[in-house]
């Protein structure tokens, strides 16, 4: 598998950066979660996404998943079995989670319901997003993903 297929660092970096921008100015605060691919052989347990995104209200589970082949997000989201059940419980626990996925060479960001996303892995159908746009829409869509719950 390439590296640059599902290399997530730069969607991740933005994403962060959005979001602490937002949390700077408004109550709330996001947690990002170690990066078990980047632990240089230090066993991390699966993470159940990239970050926790906590506001007044809610709090919500975000993975970010991007791709330079221009594959869809559904199969990026299968590489990782270990994360898909973490994040399902996630979802059984009756809390909500995005997926932040961008096509980096079409300049396409999208945003999912992360329980749309689960169940089109298990069993078909097509997840439409919520959000659509390109990388310059990133602090749009944080605004967007934390008043819309």
């Given at each position: 598998?390439?590296?640059t ?7 991740q970096?933005?994403f962060?950066?959005?979001a ?9 605060y996001?947690?990002?979660?170690p990066?078990?691919k ?7 347990q ?20 991007s ?37 980096i ?27 659509s ?6 602090k ?10």
């Open positions: 598998m390439a590296k297929r599902n290399d997530g660092t730069k969607l970096d933005v962060y950066a959005e602490k921008g937002y949390c700077a100015k408004n109550p709330g996001c947690h990002r979660f990066d078990t980047s632990a240089r052989g230090v066993f991390l699966k993470q159940p996404g990239d970050y926790l995104l906590v506001v007044p209200g809610f709090a919500v589970l975000v993975e970010c998943k791709t330079t082949t221009g594959e869809c997000l559904v199969n990026l989201a299968k590489e990782d079995r270990g994360q898909l059940g973490k994040h399902s419980l996630w979802h059984r626990a009756g809390h909500p989670s995005r997926y932040v996925y961008a096509d060479l079409a300049d396409r960001l999208q945003v999912f319901d992360g329980s749309d996303v689960l169940r089109e892995v298990r069993s078909g159908g097509k997840a439409k997003p919520l959000l746009g390109g990388m310059k829409d990133m749009e869509f944080i605004v967007k993903i934390v008043t819309s719950l």
